[in-house]
């Protein structure tokens, strides 16, 4: 049960970082296009692209805690028995959750003190991409906290 | 400020996931700095909210649609044309394909992977070693990240402010110097007949289209980095122009691209970008928490002791680095050591893009080097075989790239001239 | 809800100390001298009660970050440029209207006219932040690559780079020029790659951030007022004393009036160190070239400005401006 939320909320993370990257190629490509074809960009283009971009990072860092594919030195986790390994596992990226709960309680402040501000080009109020830090900082709370009881995926247990 | 560098680097090295512990380290410091914590929200989000960086998931998509297009058994073809004849040809084939790649790809995994699985089931049946072939992929992978595009020449770009496009064509001569000792060593291995001669055959009449193919792929890195020197475009809209080149050509052109491929290519590119992204992000914030606690100062106190001497300088960064890329992460060694080292370069009055090309070079070869060396460890996951024969084959290599560098230590103009040339 | 996490500093600083970030490097220029002014005031005038901890460099942030951070209270005080606050209080944009100011001294009587006051105290209700002066951030000016610009049809077709804000994109649209809005950090970069052929800025910007050492030729046409707002957190100067309000308010008049000179002396000194130092041809337009560019731009920016922030603060600041010129000129 648990093993499949965990699964599920990695999975769906993972598809919309993918959508994501499609999305903020194509606006990448178009500004080049729109300027030579054209004659004129989309101004908004950089924000968005960077705003997705920040909103990707957090949201793939659940799928990439799921995986255990964040970049990790790996000496100690091979020393320890393997039917252990998963548990220690967890114990190490618990420390990086108690750096997501920071993200989220001072993340969630961020963006409701700038609900007000607007970026400059494209005017989107700042509170959309500020939000991420603590929605993503909350869900990969949640997915190292479910990993003490589900485990990480087959895949990850492989490089181990 | 030493209570936040021990807490950070005790942490990565118990193992907790890097981005981590840059994090809390960097937390660490905020507060000791006296500021509220919630400056690090803004730190973590000002550190990738940068158009540079945005360069960095492009390049890496763009690699990872290509190793699924099959344009890498185009150029491993396109290579033995060459090598076809000598002894070793296959072994020099191996080099000049992951020369080749380099222009398409901007990572040592990236080339590791694509070309390894072809190389260690094709030289064994010639007659080499397996390790042998293992030395030869890997010592040649490191290549990838160092002639244009190249992943870290983004990172080291977006953290130090240098020109990506500067970055970039300085490391086409070191690049081709890395291959050249490559080839040097392959060539005292062969050179009284040691190494056996090439199986993989060509047809005259697959010429002509072995030729039209490898310009078509040839096209991908000249219009990309043609168009960055030329103005058309940025470091960032040229990854776009990559991966957008890429698609096209492994859909419409090598018909070898279907959707499920560009699903999984995105998606693995997305996965890499975001823990990319994460790290550089808590990275910020413990720079930021080691600048305001004065780690400037004491950098630039350690100037005197190199008496205005660059090649000490040069040559003390390059151990640093050799050890460093030996435990690290090489992109997490350039986002926090290369915003430290560049201005204490500076001072002694060496040009930043020697230093740079000097800490890429010494960190790519930290890939291939025990006990933490991620090409090392693909390779011997491809290859099946044990670190130390592997180690033993691959000796030889290492010494000659890391002669190659101090050559590049004792004489700038290997990494200067050329982006002087086309400023 | 985050007090739980106890932040306490640990060098156990006064709860009268002033943190006061802002962009530009420590040194002898008009910004840092301004800011040291009010340091300095505050600090004598306070008997010490108040004491002045200065970031300059944006060691702490770019100037909206620094905003931000004044806002949410992780810093007292801070001086962003219009361009960075118009994303927290859009009209700021009606001081951008291109050739608005004759000279200088109009647009420092503007800052000083009920006009201005009440732009300030609209700041601090809209915003939260107190808003404590206005000062001034150097006319901006075109510095391009390859062509000297003397009047506006020199622009055609030329690919400037400008902030990331509407209002400068509109002006060089107006000028028949294409605008790339680039990150400041980028601009040099893109400069030194032909991705753009000119920039515009104030000419200790040119000078100092470097783009001097790329550009060919410099304009002195000073189409648009650089305008600096000097915050504070609206909680922190609130849970000061009166008479430490005053100190606080006077030191940033100070600030304001140390910048305006300084930055008006700045356009002629930084113009003359770009072609004494980095070999820059300068250019410095007559009124009846600048006449030529104003009437290119201003109704069309104004008219963008208008429907940004409607009519009421333009006409205002227009009005503001008359009233200031008949007073000076008669
Ligand atoms: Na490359
Ligand atoms: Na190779």
Same mark, same amino acid.
């Given at each position: ?160 | ?161 240098? +020109?990506?496009?500067? /970055? @970039?064509?300085?490391? %086409?001569?070191?690049?081709? $110097?890395?291959? #050249?000792?490559? &080839?040097? =060593? ?121 008496? +205005?001497?660059?090649? /000490? @300088?040069?040559?003390? %960064?390059?151990?640093?680095? $050799?050890?460093? #890329?030996?435990? &690290?992460? =090489? ?93 | ?330």
């Amino acid at each position: 049960m648990l093993s499949n939320i965990a699964k599920w909320l990695a999975k769906s993370c993972e598809v919309i970082c993918t959508l994501l990257l499609i999305f903020v190629s194509l606006v990448n490509i178009s500004q080049v296009v729109g300027r030579y074809f054209f004659g004129d960009s989309l101004p908004w283009g950089e924000e968005v692209m960077r705003f997705c971009m920040i909103w990707l990072m957090m949201l793939g860092s659940v799928a990439c805690v799921y995986r255990a594919e964040h970049m990790a030195v790996d000496g100690l986790l091979n020393i320890v028995k393997v039917k252990y390994r998963r548990h220690m596992r967890s114990a190490l990226y618990s420390v990086g959750a108690g750096f997501c709960l920071v993200l989220v309680f001072y993340g969630w402040d961020t963006a409701m003190s700038n609900r007000a501000q607007t970026a400059a080009a494209s005017g989107i109020p700042m509170v959309f991409p500020y939000m991420a830090i603590p929605v993503g900082g909350g869900l990969v709370f949640i997915e190292i906290a479910l990993s003490w009881f589900a485990g990480f995926s087959d895949s990850s247990e492989a490089q181990t | 400020m030493l209570i936040v560098a021990i807490l950070g680097l005790g942490l990565i090295l118990i193992g907790v996931p890097i981005a981590f512990a840059l994090g809390v380290g960097g937390m660490a410091g905020i507060w000791l700095t006296g500021l509220p914590l919630q400056v690090s929200i803004t730190r973590f989000f000002a550190g990738v909210d940068s158009f540079v960086f945005l360069a960095v998931p492009f390049y890496i998509l763009a690699a990872e649609i290509m190793n699924r297009s099959g344009i890498t058994t185009r150029l491993i073809r396109l290579a033995s044309f060459f090598t076809g004849r000598f002894h070793g040809g296959t072994a020099y084939a191996n080099v000049g394909s992951s020369v080749l790649f380099a222009g398409i790809s901007g990572s040592a995994v990236a080339d590791t992977s694509a070309l390894g699985k072809f190389f260690i089931n094709e030289m064994p049946r010639e007659g080499y070693s397996k390790e042998y072939t293992g030395a030869v992929t890997v010592a040649s992978a490191i290549i990838g990240p160092i002639i244009p595009p190249s992943g870290l020449a983004i990172i080291m770009a977006a953290v130090t402010g240098i +020109s990506v496009i500067d /970055l @970039f064509v300085a490391g %086409v001569v070191p690049g081709l $110097l890395i291959g #050249g000792a490559c &080839l040097a =060593i392959i060539f005292l291995h062969g050179r009284h007949g040691g190494l056996p001669k090439p199986k993989v055959e060509i047809a005259k009449k697959e010429i002509p289209l072995l030729v039209v193919e490898a310009l078509l792929v040839a096209l991908l890195p000249i219009v990309i980095v043609g168009g960055m020197i030329v103005g058309a475009f940025t470091a960032t809209e040229g990854g776009g122009i990559a991966v957008a080149i890429a698609s096209i050509l492994g859909v419409f052109v090598f018909k070898e691209l279907n959707l499920a491929g560009f699903w999984a290519a995105v998606s693995s590119a997305a996965r890499m970008s975001a823990s990319i992204y994460l790290l550089v992000a808590c990275a910020a914030i413990l720079s930021y928490a080691l600048n305001l606690l004065g780690i400037s100062n004491l950098v630039s106190s350690m100037a005197p002791m190199f008496e +205005s001497q660059p090649w /000490l @300088f040069l040559l003390s %960064v390059m151990l640093l680095m $050799l050890v460093l #890329g030996m435990f &690290l992460d =090489i992109g997490a060694a350039i986002v926090i050591f290369a915003p430290l080292l560049m201005p204490l370069g500076d001072t002694l009055g060496i040009d930043p893009i020697q230093t740079s090309i000097i800490i890429i070079l010494t960190l790519a070869v930290g890939l291939i080097t025990p006990p933490v060396g991620v090409v090392l460890f693909i390779m011997m996951r491809i290859g099946e075989m044990k670190m130390l024969p592997l180690l033993k084959q691959l000796f030889p290599f290492l010494i000659a790239e890391l002669l190659a560098i101090l050559l590049l230590v004792f004489f700038p103009a290997l990494s200067t001239w050329l982006p002087e040339f086309f400023r | 809800m985050v007090a739980g996490f106890g932040i306490m500093p640990l060098q156990g600083w006064a709860e009268t100390q002033i943190k006061f970030g802002f962009e530009m490097f420590k040194g002898d220029n008009p910004e840092y001298n301004a800011v040291s002014r009010f340091k300095e005031y505050v600090e004598s005038k306070s008997n010490g009660e108040i004491s002045v901890r200065l970031f300059p460099g944006g060691q702490l942030g770019t100037a909206r970050e620094m905003t931000e951070m004044v806002q949410q209270g992780s810093l007292e005080m801070s001086l962003p440029s219009d361009g960075a606050f118009a994303g927290f209080y859009e009209p700021i944009q009606a001081w951008s209207i291109p050739y608005l100011f004759r000279s200088a001294p109009v647009a420092w009587q503007v800052m000083q006219s009920d006009f201005g006051r009440g732009m300030l105290d609209d700041i601090t209700r809209k915003t939260g932040m107190e808003a404590l002066a206005f000062s001034e951030n150097g006319f901006r000016s075109f510095a391009t690559t390859g062509k000297q610009i003397i009047e506006p049809s020199d622009m055609e077709g030329l690919k400037i780079r400008t902030m990331e804000s509407p209002v400068y994109m509109e002006m060089v649209k107006a000028l028949g020029a294409s605008p790339t809005p680039i990150s400041g950090a980028e601009a040099v970069m893109a400069l030194k790659q032909g991705v753009v052929d000119g920039l515009e800025s104030p000419p200790a910007v040119h000078y100092t951030g470097g783009a001097g050492d790329v550009v060919d030729y410099f304009t002195l046409n000073e189409h648009v007022l650089g305008l600096h707002i000097v915050i504070a957190n609206g909680d922190w100067f609130n849970s000061l004393s009166a008479s430490q309000q005053q100190i606080v308010t006077d030191g940033s008049k100070l600030l304001a009036a140390t910048e305006n000179v300084q930055k008006t002396e700045g356009d002629w000194k930084y113009s003359k160190l770009l072609e004494e130092e980095k070999g820059v041809e300068v250019h410095v337009s007559t009124p009846e070239e600048k006449e030529l560019f104003k009437e290119k731009t201003q109704d069309p920016v104004r008219k963008y400005i208008v429907s940004q922030v409607g009519e009421e603060f333009v006409n205002e600041i227009m009005k503001a401006v008359d009233e200031a010129e008949q007073s000076m000129y008669n």
